[in-house]
């Protein structure tokens, strides 16, 4: 007879990871060009009024943050995201969604999520309202309309963050032959 595992013990536990897209793989799926153009999008103005100012440099390990700090930094930047730096990741696109609320705002309501100023609602589950193919429509609508980068990138973060997705969205080319 097999003895039982005793629970607690090192030889029971079991780590089961589950295979979601990471914040990181967003970056990468997008390229690095579009991730030097997610940087100069950034508000130094916004992240002040929402308060993350002080903790996005600390997390960037910066004494100054301006915007010419930011494009001469992005390679920098690059590699952290290219080597999984998660946390550094998430603050960034809390950055860069904070700069860009009038494109969240316009994205949740085409979609109809109910929020605040492009802040989820509380007490709301919005995942029923991401339908099948929202990202294509969506992209549709918003492409010409906000940089195709922020865009994409925005697509991706609710994929990300909401969804569970486990591949990075990328719009079918107009030149491709599946969009012909």
């Given amino acids: 007879m097999v003895k039982p595992r005793q629970l607690g013990t090192r030889s029971a536990r079991t780590v089961i990871r589950l ?71 998430k603050d960034l696109a809390q950055s860069v969604l904070v700069s860009h609320l009038d494109l969240v705002g316009a994205v949740l309501d085409f979609v109809s999520v109910p929020h605040d100023n492009g802040f989820f609602k509380k007490d709301i589950d919005p995942k029923p309202y991401f339908s099948e193919g929202w990202e294509d429509r969506v992209y549709e609508r918003f492409h010409g309309v906000f940089p195709d980068a922020l865009v994409i990138f925005y697509i991706n973060h609710l994929r990300w963050e909401l969804l569970g997705a486990n591949e990075v969205y990328r719009p079918a080319s107009p030149t491709s032959p599946s969009a012909a």
């Fill in 19 to 89: 295979q979601f897209m990471q914040i990181s793989e967003v970056y990468v799926g997008l390229g690095q060009e579009a991730f030097g153009q997610l940087l100069r999008t950034i508000s130094i103005g916004k992240l002040r009024t929402y308060q993350i100012y002080e903790g996005f440099k600390v997390r960037a390990h910066l004494h100054k943050l301006n915007t010419e700090i930011l494009r001469k930094y992005a390679p920098k930047f690059w590699e952290r995201i290219t080597a999984g730096d998660e946390d550094f990741g």
